[in-house]
């Protein structure tokens, strides 16, 4: 089984709109971590968000924000205000177990347009 | 503060050629991954190191894969005999310890193997 499922092959959103990003996972441990990379046409890998299993409050970092619905095993990105820059790969990805656990597990990622 | 340094940011080798790729981690850093990036697929792990040790090579592949990481001078991720199949971007990631909340990934080295 997939243990993070992106179901969105690609999104498309007009400036200035807010943009919501799924992400399902699949786990049998109780303590986890969440994470959300970017990566733009030039390639880096650039992270932008991480939720614990454990945080009782949804993550933010600016206009990133992070819905963690735990019962429901998802935890997808919200991108509020949504800029030109925005546009590009965006990757879920998840650490099981304790935080000694250095394995990230990535979803195959969304492609993000924003269209001015 | 340099971020996690890649070289090269692309490299082209032929069939059968060698592949070397360099990754220097984070000043005070001594923990680094490397995951590799097939074509619109996300990133796997391949191998965990500390200095001068290879602590997790499991998604290493068994065969003309190999990793580094000497007590001076960056990490090196060696892919002897490349095939087509080894075209890929490469990442490498450091964290001052153990541990996946702390990770600063590089920018990617892309092999072409023509």
């Known amino acids: 089984a997939q243990k993070i499922t992106q179901t969105q092959p690609g999104m498309f959103v007009q400036e200035k709109e807010a943009v919501t990003l799924d992400c399902t996972y699949d786990?049998?441990?109780?303590?986890?971590?969440l994470f959300w990379y970017k990566q733009p046409s030039s390639g880096e890998m650039i992270f932008l968000i991480y939720q614990g299993s454990y945080d009782e409050q949804n993550a933010t970092e600016g206009r990133y924000s992070l819905n963690f619905q735990k019962a429901r095993k998802s935890a997808n990105l919200v991108i509020s205000a949504s800029q030109l820059g925005d546009s590009a790969m965006y990757f879920c990805?998840?650490?099981?177990?304790?935080?000694?656990?250095?394995?990230?597990?990535f979803g195959k990622g969304t492609l993000l347009t924003v269209n001015p | 503060n340099a971020g996690v340094m890649q070289n090269p940011r692309h490299l082209v080798r032929r069939r059968g050629q060698e592949a070397r790729l360099r990754c220097s981690p984070m000043?005070?850093?001594?923990?680094v991954y490397w995951y590799r990036q097939l074509p619109e697929e996300g990133l796997k792990f391949m191998v965990y190191?500390?200095?001068?040790?290879?602590?997790?090579e499991s998604g290493m592949p068994k065969e003309r894969f190999s990793a580094e990481f000497p007590k001076e001078g960056p990490s090196i991720l060696r892919i002897q005999q490349v095939v087509r199949g080894d075209s890929a971007a490469y990442f490498c990631?450091?964290?001052?310890?153990?541990?996946?909340?702390?990770?600063?990934f590089g920018s990617g080295t892309r092999l072409t193997v023509v």
């Open positions: 990631a450091s964290s001052p310890m153990t541990g996946g909340d702390g990770y600063t």
């Open positions: 786990t049998s441990d109780q303590s986890y971590g």
């Open positions: 990805a998840m650490r099981e177990g304790l935080s000694s656990n250095y394995k990230l597990t």
């Open positions: 190191l500390q200095k001068e040790n290879i602590i997790d």
């Open positions: 000043k005070g850093h001594s923990h």
